[in-house]
């Protein structure tokens, strides 16, 4: 039997994502891939694979979902409850999901995309480099009843595992860089912008997030003869109305609209993860900042491995009790009185 994803039931907005596709910018694709990368990363660690492997991204709502062969598999990303055959399990952790049971995920607690990953990865159909769903695009679609998912093979047999998250799912300061009309906004109203606390409002996509505030709307001089130019997700545009919508992963690649700066990569995963009514902040960095919090930003990626530990369970509900090396370390007990002697 092949190893695949069954899927018995879906939220509205749960689909297939990787990293993206990079490159494409001047073909009019936007990179698209995963709307938290972090979470990619995270759950990439946790089964000890590649962080460019393929898994399921759920926006607000998992599924109800079923294995054809027994497979590992990793909750990251906004948490959401999760359970094996009605056994809860704990999120941010790796597991084993025996074949024909129902893994069953609901509503994100906190956060709006969580994720499931899977041993060896989803196999679907590269296209244009990549497996991520591109809904703006028409690449791929979200999933649904009665869709099957080819996952390739997976070397690796560890489970139990966790990682303590990256906090992102709170809202707080988020940094920002000068844009290419950054000057258009006077000096006053980019100190009000940063003084500014905003929250995330019901209207928002893989597209973008738009943010509520109080007060007087933020605009740019002689913003209506801006032309379109490139955009790229992290910019925060200022809509005809002077509200602020920041970009995400599937944007449109050219606008119009002003743009009061440009979120850091290493924070828009903050923003993506802002629940309805979580509150930011923004604060104007300089460049040479900028890069460097991406720096470290990408050197902890990478080290997520080297953080990943045992998870603590009780051993009477572990359904997965015999894929564990129980016996490992253990000693016939002369060697204490040989050491004692």
Known sequence: MNRALIIHRAGPQVTVQDKGRAGLLGQGLSQGGAADPVALAEGAALLRQP???AALEMAGMGGSFEVAMETRIALT??????SIDGQALAWNASHLLPAGARLEIGAAMRGNYGYLHLGGGIATKPVLGARATHLAAGIGQALRQGDCLPLDDDPRTEVGMTLDPEPRFTGGTVRITRSMQTQLFAP???ERFQTTTFARDARGNRMGA????????FAASGQLSILSEVIVPGDIQMTGDGTPFVLLPECQTTGGYPRIGTVIPADLPRVVQAGQGVTLRFEVIDLSDAVEAQRRFVAALDKLPATIRPLLRDPTQMQDLLSYQLISGVISGHEAEEQGN
């Open 210 to 217: 738009r943010l509520e505030f109080d007060g007087d709307p």
């Open 188 to 190: 006053d109203m980019l």
């Open 51 to 53: 962080a460019d492997y």
């Open 77 to 82: 990303g906004a948490p959401m409850q999760a």
